[in-house]
């Protein structure tokens, strides 16, 4: 069994990067997925996607020391899915409890007060390569990725072959396999930074697109894999390989006030030159939701400042 976490927005818990606040009540059922993946859910509510949105991997559960019964799920290997996967598709729930109710009206009141729950391995796996299906579509690999190599993905979910000796099996180390895949995850990362930031590189302002569709412009991590930074839109920035070549070696960064920083005794003027003008400031996202968080741009200026 796999567990969900629902993740409502503008709600009284204190969920934030990397950790999941929760009530008592649900600690037992969190325990259980120490060291186990689990799914984040929006509910409709707050207009919320009533979607799956990302899976992560618990670490560990602490107590919240500020509210009494209350805990942290600390989660590691965080990753969002490219495109949310519905609840509900097509009339059919990716919850096998849900669909197992019968009535439709009654789903609503079967989930109330669950915001923690438990199921199938089965629905994890199917609901894992749904939301990744786009990165792992072997006719997406030349744009995302021109070193990644073809997966054995168990698009299985495909009807005969469940019944098959072992096949579940298979599919859940082939599911957590492609979990861990660094490939596969920077595939994913590059997908979603580039489309928040629409192809275009953040400090140049050039948008390229190659014969081939593949965007000249890479997707950078704020705070670095290597340091622990996340797999999430809001640590990365889109960059063109001269600039990302640049702000990997924390020659420019990015102010609190979302300006470009440069360390002009380091960075030519002929590069500097390529740079869009102050006074325009710098190509964001135009959902403030996908901005690159101030926890990482505050990392990623502590070495800036070390530099020069």
Same mark, same amino acid.
């Given at each position: 069994?796999?567990?969900?976490?629902?993740?409502?927005?503008?709600?009284?818990?204190?969920?934030g990067?990397?950790?999941?606040?929760?009530?008592?009540?649900?600690?037992?059922?969190?325990?259980?997925?120490?060291?186990?993946?689990?799914?984040?859910?929006?509910?409709?509510?707050?207009?919320?996607?009533q979607?799956?949105?990302?899976?992560?991997?618990?670490?560990?559960?602490?107590?919240?020391?500020?509210?009494?019964?209350?805990?942290?799920?600390?989660?590691?290997?965080?990753?969002?899915?490219?495109?949310p996967?519905?609840?509900?598709?097509?009339?059919?729930?990716?919850?096998?409890?849900?669909?197992?109710?019968?009535d439709?009206?009654?789903?609503?009141?079967?989930?109330?007060?669950?915001?923690?729950?438990?199921?199938?391995?089965?629905?994890?796996?199917?609901?894992?390569?749904?939301?990744?299906?786009?990165?792992?579509?072997?006719?997406?690999?030349?744009?995302?990725?021109?070193?990644?190599?073809?997966?054995?993905?168990?698009?299985?979910?495909?009807?005969?072959?469940d019944?098959?000796?072992?096949?579940?099996?298979?599919?859940?180390?082939?599911?957590?396999?492609?979990?861990?895949?660094?490939?596969?995850?920077?595939?994913?990362?590059?997908?979603?930074?580039?489309?928040?930031?629409?192809?275009t590189?953040?400090?140049?302002?050039?948008?390229?697109?190659?014969?081939?569709?593949?965007?000249?412009?890479?997707?950078?991590?704020?705070?670095?894999?290597?340091?622990?930074?996340?797999?999430? =839109?809001?640590?990365?920035?889109?960059?063109?390989?001269? =600039?990302?070549?640049?702000?990997?070696?924390?020659?420019?960064?990015?102010?609190?006030?979302?300006?470009?920083?440069?360390?002009?005794?380091?960075?030519?003027?002929?590069?500097?030159?390529?740079?869009?003008?102050?006074?325009?400031?710098?190509?964001?996202?135009k959902?403030?939701?996908?901005?690159?968080?101030?926890?990482?741009?505050?990392?990623?200026?502590?070495?800036?400042?070390?530099?020069?």
């Amino acid at each position: 069994m796999k567990a969900i976490f629902d993740l409502k927005s503008g709600s009284r818990y204190k969920d934030g990067q990397g950790h999941y606040h929760f009530p008592a009540r649900y600690l037992e059922v969190a325990r259980n997925s120490v060291g186990d993946w689990v799914l984040y859910r929006e509910p409709r509510r707050n207009n919320g996607s009533q979607a799956y949105i990302a899976v992560a991997r618990v670490a560990d559960i602490e107590p919240d020391l500020e509210l009494a019964g209350h805990y942290y799920a600390n989660v590691t290997d965080y990753l969002d899915f490219p495109a949310p996967v519905p609840f509900k598709n097509d009339g059919r729930y990716a919850e096998t409890a849900l669909r197992d109710i019968g009535d439709p009206r009654r789903v609503g009141r079967e989930i109330q007060g669950r915001s923690i729950r438990l199921i199938p391995q089965e629905d994890f796996d199917e609901i894992v390569l749904a939301g990744l299906r786009e990165p792992l579509d072997p006719a997406n690999a030349r744009r995302l990725s021109p070193d990644m190599l073809p997966l054995d993905v168990p698009w299985s979910m495909q009807p005969g072959l469940d019944g098959q000796s072992g096949f579940a099996e298979t599919v859940d180390r082939r599911v957590e396999q492609i979990l861990l895949n660094r490939k596969v995850r920077d595939a994913t990362f590059r997908l979603e930074v580039c489309r928040a930031y629409e192809d275009t590189c953040a400090v140049t302002g050039l948008r390229i697109i190659n014969g081939g569709g593949r965007s000249e412009v890479q997707a950078a991590h704020i705070k670095p894999v290597a340091a622990d930074g996340p797999d999430v =839109v809001r640590n990365g920035i889109a960059l063109s390989a001269t =600039v990302h070549w640049l702000f990997d070696r924390h020659l420019i960064s990015i102010g609190e006030n979302h300006r470009l920083l440069v360390a002009h005794n380091r960075v030519p003027s002929e590069l500097r030159n390529l740079f869009r003008p102050e006074s325009q400031g710098l190509h964001w996202p135009k959902d403030s939701r996908l901005m690159p968080h101030p926890a990482f741009l505050a990392h990623h200026r502590e070495r800036f400042a070390g530099v020069h």
